[in-house]
C-alpha cells in the first residue's frame, strides 16, 4: 500500500523586523563611517602668500592709462587708453597708425576703443614703445564686470600681467 503523505504545513515569516534591523543598521554604518577627503588623499600643502593693504601710488612716469567707463551722450560702454610721456604718446599713434586704427590725429592723446581687438593692439603698441611702461586701470563703479575681465584678458594676452587697479581712498 501506498502511504498516504502528509500535507505539509507552512508556515509564516514575517520580515518587517528585519527590515527595520537591517535598515537601522544601513543608518548606523552611514552616519558614522567617515570618508576619505581629496586632502587626505594627496597629502598637498598649499602655502597662501601672506597680503595687506597695498598703498602704493601709482607711478607718474612711464604709465599707461586705461579707463573703463559709460558715455554719458552714447549711453555705451568704452575703453580710453591713454600714455602720460610725450614721447610715448608719438610711439603708440605711430603704431596705432601702422595697424589701422580708424581716426588717428597729430593731437589725440586718448583713444576711444570699442573692440577687445584694437585695445590688445594699444597695449601692445604701449609695450613696443616703452618696456618700462606700466598699466593701470580706472574703471568706472557702474562698469559691469565683463568689461574689465575682458580689459584684463587682453592685457594678459599681450604680457602686459601686471598692473595697478585704481580705486578711490575711503575715508576712515
Known sequence: MSKVKKKRVGFVLDMT???????????????????????????VVIKRPKTSADTTKVPENNLALLKIGIDSASKDTAYYFSMVNEQDIIGVREKLREKGFPNVTDNQVTYVIRDTTWLETAVEAARYTNLNVKFAVDADSSVSYRW?????????KKLATQFYFVTDKQGG
Not at 548606523?28 to 588623499?41: H, R, V
Not at 574689465?148 to 594678459?156: D, F, G, L
Open 17 to 43: 523586523p528585519l527590515v527595520d534591523i537591517t535598515f537601522l543598521l544601513l543608518t548606523f554604518f552611514m552616519f558614522t563611517a567617515k570618508f576619505k577627503s581629496e586632502s587626505e588623499e594627496n597629502q
Open 148 to 156: 574689465i575681465e575682458q580689459a584684463m584678458n587682453s592685457m594678459r
